[in-house]
């Protein structure tokens, strides 16, 4: 299996709109298409890879109720690895079921009483299990990274490439990978703008705090970069930009109508921010990663009905 964790490779996609529309030649990869629906699992398989005979005995644990959850429990499953995934009690039931459903023990506890860093320490130590948190991680970056570098491999020189940010795994492995292979392209990273903290970071030189965002995109929830996301970020990335609610909406709706794609909410960020940038990317060619499309049919279908898009 290559490090996608996929038989073979995903294409990039491209839309003759969205080209029209920007006056540029735009590669879409498509995250939402690779397994488990989201970027994630690069980034699970590649650090469960490394494991030693006796971490791939003893087994994994991870804290998460959202994608990285899933992703662990998958490559976890595929590497024979025991895993086990704490989540809040009152995580989404789907989510829960999603990542039992790949063979991940899951472990509940209440948000509001339990404390889960002690939870996980206290599980850790007992069965001697290995953290693999969702992004602050060199392994875990490394895979991210991926799915830049297979951009760059397929489809050439890019002038721009645009992805998501929370914590920052998938926007400093894919500046990594720009770094070897598109050292010209500009990189962008793009945050909700309901929680700026990597920006505020990046232009600031020290790593911003901020309170859990309230956003539609729970991908990027994320309070702060990580210690080893950060430098990566500030050293070779170009800058930091920000989507409204509304913008990603806007997008949702678009991919869904036009190009056939279901993109959860965070995974719109970086086509939002190609949208705002539209004049300053004319005759370019440019890369959106699209990184997840795990979205509950009911929520996405409340949220595309809400778009003035008209899709229809
Ligand atoms: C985790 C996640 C992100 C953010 O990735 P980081 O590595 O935390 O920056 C973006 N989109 C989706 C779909 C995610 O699951």
Do not use: W
């Amino acid at each position: 299996m290559d490090p996608s964790g996929n038989d073979g490779l995903l294409p990039a996609i491209t839309s003759r709109t969205v080209n029209e529309e920007l006056g540029a030649e735009v590669f879409f990869k498509c995250e939402n298409l690779q397994r488990m629906g989201a970027f994630k699992f690069r980034g699970a398989f590649n650090a469960l890879s490394k494991f030693t005979p006796e971490q791939r005995k003893a087994g994994v644990i991870a804290f998460s109720s959202g994608n990285h959850a899933q992703a662990i429990a998958l490559a976890a499953r595929l590497l024979g690895i025991p895993a086990t995934i704490v989540m809040p009690h009152d995580a989404p039931a789907a989510k829960v079921a999603a990542t039992k459903g790949y063979g991940g023990d899951v472990v509940v506890y209440d948000r509001y009483q339990e404390d889960r860093e002690q939870i996980g320490r206290e599980l850790a130590e007992k069965h001697g299990l290995t953290l693999i948190p969702p992004y602050d991680h060199p392994d875990v970056l490394a895979g991210q990274g991926t799915a830049a570098k297979e951009l760059f491999e397929e489809v050439g020189p890019l002038d721009a490439f645009f992805a998501p940010l929370g914590g920052g795994g998938l926007l400093s492995g894919c500046a990594l990978a720009a770094r070897a292979l598109a050292p010209t392209c500009s990189i962008y990273g793009v945050e909700p703008e309901a929680g700026n903290d990597g920006q505020q970071s990046f232009r600031s030189g020290n790593i911003v705090h901020i309170e859990t965002p309230r956003t539609i995109a729970d991908g990027a929830q994320t309070q702060h970069l990580g210690h080893i996301t950060f430098p990566l970020i500030r050293r070779d990335v170009t800058d930091i930009l920000t989507a409204s609610d509304a913008e990603l909406v806007e997008c949702m709706a678009f991919m869904a109508s036009r190009m056939k794609l279901v993109v959860e909410p965070t995974g719109c960020l970086g086509f939002a921010a190609a949208r705002q940038m539209k004049s300053r990317l004319r005759g370019k060619r440019v890369g959106v990663l699209v990184s997840g499309g795990n979205v509950d049919l009911a929520r996405f279908c409340s949220l595309v009905a809400s778009a003035s898009f008209i899709a229809c």
